[in-house]
């Protein structure tokens, strides 16, 4: 069973910049595709980006060109680095993992969270 452990949230002023990892565990896990969603405050889920076992990557329409995913040699580690973070980037980051999807509904196993906050 892969397990999902994230760091590297924390407080950030609004154009700064932040990286994320998401550290996963288990037999398979390096087969995985993986990903970030984020929740606001009083929002649903959503997609922010997804990168395959061959480094295909996905990307909301929102954090394009912001945002990059990646992972590590070994594949079972991610990243999100975070660039130009605005205000509205302030929300709970979730890792998921999923057998082989990257599309925006993947997300079979789900890490706890992280929390980024951006000041204005």
């Known amino acids: 069973q892969v397990q999902l452990v994230e760091s590297g949230g924390g407080l950030v002023q609004a154009g700064g910049s932040l990286r994320l990892s998401c550290a996963a565990s288990g037999r398979t896990a390096s087969s995985y595709a993986m990903g970030w969603f984020r929740q606001a405050p009083g929002k649903e889920r959503e997609f922010v980006a997804a990168?395959?076992?061959?480094?295909?990557?996905n990307y909301a329409a929102s954090v394009k060109g912001r945002f990059t995913i990646s992972r590590s040699s070994a594949k079972s580690t991610v990243y999100l680095q975070m660039n130009s973070l605005q205000f509205e980037d302030t929300a709970v980051y979730y890792c998921a993992a999923d057998p082989a999807s990257i599309a925006q509904t993947m997300g079979v196993i789900w890490g706890q969270g992280t929390q980024v906050t951006v000041s204005s």
């Open positions: 990168i395959s076992s061959g480094q295909i990557t």
